[in-house]
């Protein structure tokens, strides 16, 4: 998933690899930071502090949004797989203390993107269908109560995550507010979403939105059985957005047979 293709902007800043994977790690940050340290600090257990993003026959992108607190060990940087424990090492950390860290301190946001956070999400309960599951807070502007000289600079955006979005679900995108901040004196714009069921797919109908970047896929409904999502002979591109991505999308339909 291409940075221009995220909500806000990001700069790429550099490659990890790990030595005995080989794994490259391209590591982005938002466009107003140069560096790990300049990074905000995550201001709650259900703040994203990054999006870990797996592409097809490139490095990983590691999209980082905050800075752990001192002493919580940092972010992780891991690709976990999805029912198991083996993950992709990017740290320099035992492989028994990674592979633990990784799988308690990740959610899957789609099929090649994982929430990473900076405590263990293990408790988090299971979504409801009408509870709000995520919500993208975007600075907008200050209200300053008195006026200075000197230059304000909004900080980037944050994501926070209350619950899990088990398999068999999507995002689907609520309301758009906006909140004010009495302690900084910033007004935010707040992009809402919910976790809901995927309903069966009707004949000819798109089961999901595959971007053109990495071929990831958003599912809008579930084939039936016997069936699988994929693209067929037309490419045309359509502009979508879902969660943390706006960009250009093929459709993929249904196929195989049903049973």
């Known amino acids: 998933m291409t940075a221009i293709n995220f909500v806000w902007l990001f700069i790429v800043c550099h490659v990890l690899v790990d030595a005995n994977s080989n794994q490259e790690t391209v590591t982005i940050f938002p466009s107003s ?97 009408d509870q709000t599951a995520v919500v993208l807070q975007k600075p907008i ?22 619950c899990k979005c088990p398999a068999y679900h999507k995002w689907v995108h609520t309301t758009t507010d906006e909140s004010f901040d009495e302690s900084t004196g910033i007004t935010s714009r707040n992009s809402n979403y919910n976790c809901q069921p995927l309903e069966r797919c009707r004949l000819g109908g798109t089961c999901g939105r595959v971007t053109r970047d990495t071929y990831t896929i958003y599912h809008q409904c579930s084939c039936k059985r016997g069936q699988m999502c994929i693209l067929n002979h037309d490419r045309s591109l359509h502009n979508i957005k879902e969660l943390l991505y706006n960009g250009p999308a093929y459709f993929a339909k249904c196929h195989g047979r049903s049973y």
């Open 141 to 162: 502007g200050f209200r300053p109560v008195n006026e200075t000289d000197e230059e304000l600079i909004l900080p980037p955006p944050t994501t926070k995550v209350t």
């Open 33 to 129: 930071i140069r560096s790990e340290r300049d990074l905000p600090e995550c201001n709650s257990t259900s703040t994203v502090c990054s999006l870990l993003q797996k592409r097809y026959w490139l490095p990983f992108q590691l999209y980082r949004y905050c800075r752990c607190p001192s002493g919580s060990g940092g972010c992780p940087s891991d690709w976990v797989v999805p029912g198991g424990d083996v993950t992709v090492s990017n740290t320099t950390a035992s492989e028994s203390i990674l592979t633990k860290f990784g799988s308690t301190f990740s959610l899957m946001m789609n099929d090649r993107a994982q929430f990473k956070f900076c405590s263990s999400v293990n408790e988090v309960e299971t979504c409801k269908p």
